[in-house]
């Protein structure tokens, strides 16, 4: 059974950095599309950066586009999102996503395209 956890949440002030990690178990992740979504309070899940395997192409949102960075290390297993220069609308839980599907670029920020998902880590931008 495929399993997603995400580490590297928490609080950051407006202009500062994080970097989200999430493992993945019971796969090989090198096998996997994979993907970062985030769900801030009242609002709709919402993708924010996804990323192909074997040709490696990369999509994200137009909120977090040259903010973000979405990178994977398939012998660790692991996918990252850097996220720099943060804002205080960069607020919510965050969700790493994996498929096994053959998805392509332009669908890869839909959700329901994502069968395997974490469980979410908060992150939160305040001064």
């Known amino acids: 059974q495929v399993q997603l956890e995400e580490s590297g949440g928490g609080t950051v002030q407006p202009g500062g950095s994080l970097k989200l990690s999430c493992v993945v178990s019971?796969?090989?992740?090198?096998?996997?599309?994979i993907g970062w979504f985030r769900q801030a309070p009242g609002k709709e899940r919402e993708g924010v950066s996804c990323?192909?395997?074997?040709?490696?192409?990369?999509r994200y949102g137009s909120s977090v586009r040259g903010r973000f960075t979405i990178s994977r290390d398939n012998a660790k297993n692991t996918m990252y999102l850097q996220m720099n220069n943060l804002k205080d609308e960069d607020t919510a839980v965050y969700y790493c996503?994996?498929?096994?599907?053959?998805?392509?670029?332009?669908?890869?920020?839909?959700?329901?395209?994502?069968?395997?998902w974490g469980r979410g880590t908060q992150v939160t931008v305040s001064s």
């Open positions: 996503a994996a498929s096994r599907r053959s998805l392509i670029t332009s669908r890869c920020l839909i959700d329901s395209e994502y069968e395997y």
């Open positions: 990323r192909r395997s074997g040709d490696g192409s990369t």
């Open positions: 019971g796969g090989t992740l090198a096998y996997y599309q």
